[in-house]
């Protein structure tokens, strides 16, 4: 038996009842994991909306297992986090085979010194339940169970005026006006068809099975990858740990399965039992065919309208880029929408998220596409290659980089973003200009991590002797910057590559804005414009 119960959220008519027309300045349509967390991520800016979601429940059956270390950051940001680490199973090594033979392991976080782990898997039933429950708790938020969105008005959705949604209840339609609509309504968004917007990349030929088993196993905790497995012959096998006892198992099945065929039990068990032996006890906890596709939207924004997660860009779930990604898009959207509706930026600033937002789903298709390419050679001589690859492996860490099962998740570096400001200084190390802040504990207490000091507007990481003074804000923003002291000497500064009187400036999102050794109280000043779009 599972040991989640699927809740049912409920229902509850909009205020003005069905055939009313409302205002709203943000509606989020879809409760997923990237809805949810741009809900979150808006109220901790102070700025309210309405989400709506066609079911009154969480998603049936584990699709995302794997939540990156960012995410976590992202969610812990959020209020999220810890609860999310102390369910999930946490992981750092991943194992790689060929036929029975173990090629190589590796390590995604060698070094400690990090509140969160490289991985936690945690079945996606869960990790939306907690996003909800933190969402109830938020009285900017307002859920909507059991409002779909039927149709938004095209032509309303680049001009000044609000945009029109149509929204259908169990009792009838209503009329919902927002300022701007973000559209979280996942990879069949209806939002996405209604503006008649269609996606540019590639649909792989291939199909998988996924089998989600309770069982008591002595696996380890571990990513397992083999390439043409003795029990698996001619496709792929993964298997990786979940709470309660659940292990993900995914098969290659290739194109010409029939998928409604594989997904039957009698054709599924005997699968399992060639994998796991013939005597292991198991229950089949959830059994599903998938395919996928490598593509994205060419714009994610579309004036009022703004599309995130799975709606915006789709990859394939090697290398759990899925919901990562898109918690990434809500993490990157928040804070710009935010400082535009309370006009502390202009407008460009919600297009730098288009500009961000998709130079990272080109990254993560880049990186899919080639896993994919890996995992399901084209013709006899791709797969000679591959084999020989992986052959080499086991010998030679030049032919490991080359073994494709799946890169797994890492935050993108915004490199070209107008919004940071280039270095002037010479830096030895430490994240540049546009990628993440890295963690670091900097103080005696567990809890007392980095990231966690930072603000939920800009922040200013200041290294120097505690009692010195720091570099000076301009007497403007000392109310709209939290500056964090950090000392110079110690774990913290070296992963910044830090001096007495260096300073990094941090966005909202925690990306780094811009970095100095000595800045000027109107260095700091500029970059703060800059970064919010005020100057290019
Ligand atoms: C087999 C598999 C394994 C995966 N593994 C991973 C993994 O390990 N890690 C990872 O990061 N990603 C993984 N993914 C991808 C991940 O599941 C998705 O990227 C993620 O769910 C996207 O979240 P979302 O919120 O954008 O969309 P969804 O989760 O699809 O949510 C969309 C929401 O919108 C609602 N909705 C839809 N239409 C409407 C409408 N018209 N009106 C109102 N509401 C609407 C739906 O009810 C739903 O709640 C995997 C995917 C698959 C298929």
Redesign the pocket.
């Known amino acids: 038996m599972a040991d989640f119960a699927y809740p049912s959220f409920g229902y509850r008519p909009p205020p003005g009842g069905p055939g009313s027309t409302e205002a709203c300045r943000v509606a989020i349509?879809?409760?997923?994991?990237?809805?949810?967390s741009a809900a979150l991520d808006l109220a901790r800016q102070g700025i309210a909306c309405v989400l709506?979601?066609?079911?009154d429940s969480v998603?049936v059956g584990s699709?995302?297992?794997?939540?990156?270390k960012r995410?976590l950051e992202i969610w812990d940001r959020l209020g999220v986090g810890v609860r999310m680490l102390a369910k999930g199973v946490t992981w750092q090594l991943g194992k790689v085979f060929h036929g029975g033979e173990q090629r190589y392991s590796f390590d995604l976080l060698p070094e400690s010194g990090h509140q969160f782990p490289a991985f936690i898997n945690l079945q996606?039933y869960y990790a939306e339940l907690y996003l909800v429950e933190a969402a109830r708790a938020q009285p900017l938020i307002e859920l909507r169970w059991k409002?779909?969105?039927?149709d938004i008005t095209p032509e309303h959705a680049s001009g000044n005026d609000p945009v029109r949604l149509t929204v259908e209840t169990p009792e009838g339609e209503y009329t919902l006006l927002a300022d701007y609509v973000l559209a979280?309504?996942?990879?069949?968004?209806?939002?996405r068809r209604r503006l008649g917007l269609d996606f540019k990349g590639q649909v792989f030929e291939d199909r998988?099975l996924?089998a989600d088993v309770k069982m008591k196993a002595n696996f380890p905790v571990e990513r397992w990858f083999w390439f043409d497995p003795p029990f698996h012959g001619g496709g792929s096998a993964l298997l990786h740990s979940q709470p309660d006892d659940v292990w993900r198992i995914?098969l290659q099945l290739g194109w010409q399965a029939d998928p409604e065929a594989e997904r039957q039990p009698e054709r599924v068990i005997p699968r399992l039992k060639a994998m796991l032996g013939e005597s292991t006890q198991f229950e089949l906890e959830w059994v599903?065919i998938?395919t996928?596709q490598c593509r994205r939207l060419e714009r994610f924004r579309h004036g009022r309208v703004i599309f995130?997660?799975?709606?915006a860009h789709?990859v394939s779930?090697f290398g759990?880029?899925?919901?990562?990604?898109?918690v990434q898009d809500a993490d990157n959207l928040a804070w710009k929408l935010a400082h535009v509706l309370r006009d502390e930026a202009p407008d460009a600033l919600l297009d730098t998220y288009d500009s961000e937002r998709s130079a990272a789903a080109d990254e993560n298709i880049l990186n899919s596409t080639r896993s994919t390419d890996f995992i399901s050679p084209k013709g006899a001589t791709a797969k000679a290659m591959r084999d020989a690859v992986l052959e080499l492996a086991a010998d030679y860490p030049f032919a490991r980089r080359l073994v494709n099962s799946g890169r797994l998740?890492l935050p993108s570096t915004y490199r070209d973003t107008p919004l940071s400001t280039p270095d002037r200084d010479a830096f030895s190390a430490g994240p540049p200009p546009g990628a993440p802040a890295v963690d670091a504990p900097v103080g005696a207490g567990d809890a007392d991590w980095l990231l966690r000091r930072c603000g939920s507007g800009f922040t200013l990481l200041a290294f120097g002797p505690e009692s010195g003074p720091g570099p000076e804000l301009p007497a403007a923003l000392r109310q709209r910057i939290t500056v964090v002291t950090l000392p110079a000497t110690g774990l913290a500064a070296r992963r910044y590559g830090a001096a007495p009187g260096s300073a990094y400036l941090l966005r909202p999102d925690q990306h780094v804005a811009a970095r100095w050794h000595r800045p000027s109280s109107q260095d700091i000043s500029m970059a703060y414009k800059r970064a919010l779009a005020w100057t290019a």
């Open positions: 349509v879809g409760g997923g994991p990237v809805g949810l709506l979601d066609e079911e998603s699709r995302a297992i794997c939540y990156a995410t996606q409002h779909r969105v039927a979280a309504d996942g990879a069949r968004s209806t939002l998988f996924i995914d599903s998938y996928f995130i997660g799975d709606s789709q779930p759990a880029r899925g919901a990562n990604s898109g998740s």
